[in-house]
């Protein structure tokens, strides 16, 4: 009798641990669903801040050639309208001298043009590196997100089988014990 309660114990503890496991698998399970969804929402996001982060950086772009072009325009007629080389070439004036004039008020524009096209270059250069930057951020945030849902999770060792006592090999002790005792008296 002793043996059947412990058996029928012992199963009953299996059954449980076997129980507990399953719940603590679909927890993990549930939980591991509900950060997949945060992922895809934590991708979405990145992607939409990577494509604002362009959008800003090209329009400040275009806004500084907008502004370049209008002041390359802007000292275009000032010189036509100041130059003293056209202003003596009206009054009938020539010669080298004059000449000199006009190639140093070609000259001044022409710097004036390299510098402005100058920046436009190193507003171009700091445009792909903040593009690049935004990129690797963007990248890294991904990464760190995917990190999170990287391993689906497992379920754990099933625990062991629970170890049966033998009924008959009971019955045979207890039978001998009881033999044993009624020898005794």
Do not use: C
Request: charged letters at 25%.
């Amino acid at each position: 009798m002793a043996a059947q309660a412990a058996n029928k114990n012992a199963r009953r503890r299996y059954q449980y641990a076997l129980q507990k496991r399953e719940r603590k698998h679909r927890q993990k399970l549930s939980t591991y669903g509900a950060a997949k969804v945060q992922y895809a929402k934590s991708l979405q996001n990145i992607h939409q801040g990577l494509g604002a982060s362009y959008s800003r950086a090209q329009t400040k772009l275009n806004g500084m050639r907008a502004k370049a072009l209008r002041q390359n325009q802007g000292q275009m007629l000032e010189l036509l309208q100041k130059s003293k080389y056209g202003n003596m070439l009206a009054a009938g004036r020539s010669g080298q001298s004059i000449e000199r004039f006009g190639l140093m008020e070609r000259a001044a524009l022409g710097r004036f043009y390299a510098n402005k096209a100058n920046n436009l270059t190193k507003a171009q250069w700091a445009f792909k590196e903040g593009n690049k930057t935004s990129r690797n951020r963007a990248k890294l945030a991904q990464e760190k997100q995917f990190a999170k849902v990287a391993f689906q999770p497992t379920e754990d060792v099933a625990p062991p089988r629970p170890a049966m006592q033998s009924v008959g090999a009971a019955l045979f002790g207890d039978a001998l014990n009881l033999a044993g005792t009624i020898a005794a008296f």
